[in-house]
């Protein structure tokens, strides 16, 4: 009983994109057939129609031993679909779910594979205003998006001033982008891609900044005060370079570390300006905030255009998206559909 209408799970068998080592320590992905014996132990069995494409998965693909230990692995730190089995009253055959974060995709088999089996204290039920294949275009991406945009609007309110979001292109940013936009705010974007304006500016920013504009002469302790508040999702200069140009009492979010993990600043701008920086972390993100989350992300941050930030690829395409992710090419969301 599976309103989806989905594949048939014959013999116990379902396909999965599975990394594998080689003996020469290179990782290779490979969509293979796995048995429901394969899956760890859990309270809840959840056939999986959509999962998405996020970084954190790329470096699951590629070896990275401080995402995932051991392999072969199944990445995918996102996944939507029904529920098949479950040992747990609060869910039934049958129901909706969303599963993202915690250990999923990491050292669990994730969302790349058509069956997960997951804790019951892991998975929130599909809000009602979202479909299973909007909830992975948002996916934890945008639940990112909306954990900073709660973090960033709890102090700073349109009227303060523009805001700041950098890698405005990629799934975190674009999506930070829209929220910002819908809730009233003007959004100004960093982005290195000089084919992104159309892009961007329908997506409701305002002014578009290059990377090499926003970080050139930006070597001073403090700058200009531009920022009401910032959304970073890259780290590095970028991330140095907007807390410097945020104004008095304004907010930073970081989240992210694809251009570095290094942060290059003095105090100066948080004991002269009382800037704030917030960390923003999704994967111990309480579930009472995350059921909230996801409740707006299906209302009243939900944009009208989420479908235009989506490409939609199977299993089969994941091969060549990864790649792409790790150079910070792709652009919005990558949606994983699992039933073609
Ligand atoms: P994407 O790859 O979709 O987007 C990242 C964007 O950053 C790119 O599209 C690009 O945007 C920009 N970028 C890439 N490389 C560089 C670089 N070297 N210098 C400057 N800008 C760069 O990733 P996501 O949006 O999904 O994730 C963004 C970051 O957030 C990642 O580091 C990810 O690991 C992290 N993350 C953290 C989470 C948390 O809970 N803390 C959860 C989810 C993600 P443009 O071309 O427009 O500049």
Known sequence: MFPSGGFALENKIFKAFVVEESDEKSFAGHVR??????LPEGDVTI??????????????????????????HTPGIDAAGYIEESSEGQFKAGDPVICTSYDLGMNTPGGFGQVIRVPADWIVKLPSGLTLRE?????????????????LTASVKPEQGPVLVTGATGGVGSIAVAILAKLGYSVTAVSGKTDAEVFLRSMGVREIISREAFTKDSSSP???PVWAGAIDTVGGEFLATAIKSTMPLG?????????????PITVFPFILRGVTLAGVNSQSCPMPIRKE?????ADEWKFDRLEDICTEISLEALSEKIPLIL?????GRTVVNLER
Not at 54 to 63: F, I, M, P, R
Not at 135 to 151: D, E, H, N, P, Y
Not at 293 to 297: D, E, M, V
């Open 251 to 263: 907010v930073v979010t970081c989240c992210g570390n694809a251009a570095s993990p290094q942060l």
């Open 135 to 151: 909830s992975m275009i948002f996916g934890t991406a945008g639940f990112t998006a909306g954990l900073s945009v709660r973090k």
């Open 327 to 331: 150079k910070g090419q792709l652009k």
């Open 33 to 38: 057939k796995r048995n429901l014996t394969d």
């Open 293 to 297: 989350l996801w409740g707006k992300l």
């Open 222 to 224: 403090l700058l200009r």
């Open 47 to 72: 056939r999986v129609n959509y999962s998405s494409l996020n970084y954190k998965d790329a470096l699951s693909a590629t070896g990275n031993r401080g995402v995932t230990k051991t392999y072969p």
